[in-house]
């Protein structure tokens, strides 16, 4: 090889060194530059966003994917959120800065104490599913059941009602966020997300408890379902709604879901 050759061989591989050290920078530069939307977009996971009408809650917006389930209910003046692993319900008062937090059984139990005159004594016969719907555009299950009030422990229907519950069959809801909303009045878990609740006592109107006007698909950031940091601890869900603590008027709030 002549020294002319060889030169110009050196002096190429000297420019192509340059080229790929320069590639191989700007492949790094460009992967720093998308890592942080690579980590936002990883906090994010596939969800649905209701707007419901509910005796209990009131309108209300709720947020739920596989992270957790997030209740904004404007009537209570609350935010009740769940999330995983431990699925514990966590209300909180933006206002007051104040939270408390249950088991979904304590929340339940909690609840259910609040009407306790009348939920002792209800008892659920013949559930089944009765058909398939659709509830603002999500496909659904209904299932019926008879509600009836024993008295004196004398097995004798008083009072007997018909209530449909349509429960979601979407992929996107954990059963653990459907407890959730579930441990909120006395419905059966292990069906799914209800949409639409509706109860019918002989003789009387039909009422719709619950109905789901809007469902949309979302990515959710799962930090919507955690409570704010600082807030304060406190006793009971009556001590986030009232300043006085009055168990009257949680009482009356709570009238909603024995209609």
Same mark, same amino acid.
């Given at each position: 090889?002549?020294?002319?050759?060889?030169?110009?061989?050196?002096?190429?591989?000297?420019?192509?060194?340059?080229?790929?050290?320069?590639?191989?920078?700007?492949?790094?530069?460009?992967?720093?530059?998308?890592?942080?939307?690579?980590?936002?977009?990883?906090?994010?996971?596939?969800?649905?966003?209701?707007?419901?009408?509910?005796?209990?809650?009131?309108?209300?917006?709720?947020?739920?994917?596989?992270?957790?389930?997030?209740?904004?209910? $404007? %009537? @209570?003046?609350?935010? &009740?959120?769940?999330?995983?692993? !431990?699925? =514990?319900?966590?209300?909180?008062?933006?206002?007051?800065?104040?939270?408390?937090?249950?088991?979904?059984?304590?929340?339940?139990?909690?609840?259910?104490?609040?009407?306790?005159?009348?939920?002792?004594?209800?008892?659920?016969?013949?559930?089944?599913?009765?058909?398939?719907?659709?509830?603002?555009?999500?496909?659904?299950?209904?299932?019926?059941?008879?509600?009836?009030?024993?008295?004196?422990?004398?097995? $004798? %229907? @008083?009072?007997?009602? &018909?209530?449909?519950?349509?429960? !979601?069959? =979407?992929?996107?809801?954990?059963?653990?966020?459907?407890?959730?909303?579930?441990?909120?009045?006395?419905?059966?878990?292990?069906?799914?997300?209800?949409?639409?609740?509706?109860?019918?006592?002989?003789?009387?109107?039909?009422?719709?408890?619950?109905?789901?006007?809007?469902?949309?698909?979302?990515?959710?950031?799962?930090?919507?379902?955690?409570?704010?940091?600082?807030?304060?601890?406190?006793?009971?869900?009556?001590? @986030?709604?009232?300043?006085?603590?009055?168990?009257?008027?949680?009482? =009356?709030?709570?009238?909603?879901?024995?209609?």
């Amino acid at each position: 090889m002549s020294p002319i050759t060889a030169g110009t061989n050196q002096s190429m591989n000297s420019k192509m060194t340059k080229v790929s050290a320069q590639i191989a920078l700007a492949m790094i530069a460009f992967g720093l530059a998308l890592s942080p939307c690579a980590d936002a977009a990883a906090t994010k996971q596939a969800g649905l966003v209701l707007e419901m009408e509910s005796s209990f809650f009131g309108a209300s917006t709720i947020k739920v994917s596989k992270d957790g389930i997030r209740i904004d209910s $404007k %009537k @209570l003046g609350l935010v &009740i959120v769940s999330h995983a692993p !431990s699925w =514990s319900v966590i209300a909180f008062n933006e206002k007051t800065k104040a939270y408390y937090e249950a088991t979904q059984e304590e929340w339940r139990k909690r609840l259910a104490s609040r009407t306790s005159s009348k939920q002792a004594s209800r008892m659920k016969q013949d559930i089944k599913q009765t058909g398939t719907s659709k509830v603002a555009g999500q496909s659904t299950k209904i299932y019926r059941w008879s509600d009836f009030y024993t008295k004196g422990g004398v097995n $004798k %229907k @008083l009072n007997p009602t &018909i209530t449909d519950f349509y429960a !979601s069959q =979407s992929s996107l809801i954990p059963k653990q966020a459907a407890g959730v909303l579930a441990s909120s009045s006395d419905l059966p878990a292990e069906f799914g997300l209800p949409l639409k609740i509706t109860r019918e006592e002989k003789g009387t109107k039909k009422l719709t408890l619950l109905n789901t006007t809007k469902c949309v698909e979302a990515p959710l950031d799962k930090t919507i379902f955690f409570q704010p940091k600082g807030f304060k601890r406190v006793s009971s869900e009556v001590a @986030l709604i009232m300043d006085t603590g009055d168990d009257d008027e949680m009482d =009356s709030l709570m009238n909603g879901l024995d209609k």
